[in-house]
Every structure is written in structure tokens, then in C-alpha cells.
């Protein structure tokens, strides 16, 4: 059983950077693709990013191509999510989840394992 910890949340000004880390204990995480997701208040949540299980393939919603950079680092057991150039609209709790594929997809329910998720809050 993966169990995932996500850390580097926090209160940043628009503009900003916040690196969100993602620790897996229980397994490896070198077999699963990697995401990230948020979830703003009173929204659904969403799909931010994902990495393949070798990190070939990487995939962003739109709403943060260009700022977000989705890594992991299979020896540590690690997955990352830079962000930089924070916006309010990037207020949210940050997910990350181990996908049952190893390419990874955009689909919630192709996620396996789940942190309990950081907050990110983005000031205006």
C-alpha cells in the first residue's frame, strides 16, 4: 500500500513560486505515473499535471502550462511540483496520486493513492 505526503504548501504573494513535494513510503513509486491535482473552494477538483513512471511524458492543464513543472525523482521516491508566477486563481489544496498506469491520465479515477494534500494560498 503507497502512502503519499505532500509538503511545500503555503502563502505566497501573486507572482510567486511554491515547490510541493510528494513522499511515498510503502512502496515505490518507480511502477506508477505521477499527479498532481486541485481542488479550489467550492470548485471540483482538477487536474493539474502528470509524469509518466520514467518521466518521458509529461502533460499540464492549460491553466498552468508555461508556470508549473511537474519532476520526480524515482531513487528518492519523490515526486515535485514547481510553480511559479502564482495567481489567486491558483488558491487551492494540491493533491498528489499514484496512477495505476504507467503513462498516467488526466482522469481521477485512474489514481490509485492519494495524499491528504497541502494548502496553497495565492495573495493578491
Known amino acids: 500500500q503507497v502512502q503519499l505526503v505532500e509538503s511545500g504548501g503555503g502563502l505566497v504573494q501573486a507572482g510567486g513560486s511554491l515547490r510541493l513535494s510528494c513522499a511515498a513510503s510503502g512502496g515505490t513509486l518507480g511502477n506508477h505515473a505521477m499527479g498532481w491535482f486541485r481542488q479550489a473552494p467550492g470548485k471540483e477538483r482538477e487536474f493539474v499535471a502528470r509524469i509518466s513512471w520514467r518521466g518521458l511524458s509529461l502533460d499540464y492543464a492549460d491553466s498552468v502550462k508555461g508556470r508549473f513543472t511537474i519532476s520526480r525523482d524515482n531513487a528518492k521516491n519523490t515526486a515535485s511540483l514547481q510553480m511559479n508566477s502564482l495567481k489567486p486563481e491558483d488558491t487551492a489544496v494540491y493533491y498528489c496520486?499514484?496512477?495505476?498506469?504507467?503513462?498516467?491520465?488526466?482522469?481521477?479515477?485512474?489514481?490509485?493513492?492519494w495524499g491528504q494534500g497541502t494548502q496553497v494560498t495565492v495573495s493578491s
Open positions: 496520486a499514484a496512477s495505476t498506469l504507467l503513462t498516467g491520465a488526466r482522469s481521477e479515477d485512474t489514481y490509485a493513492y
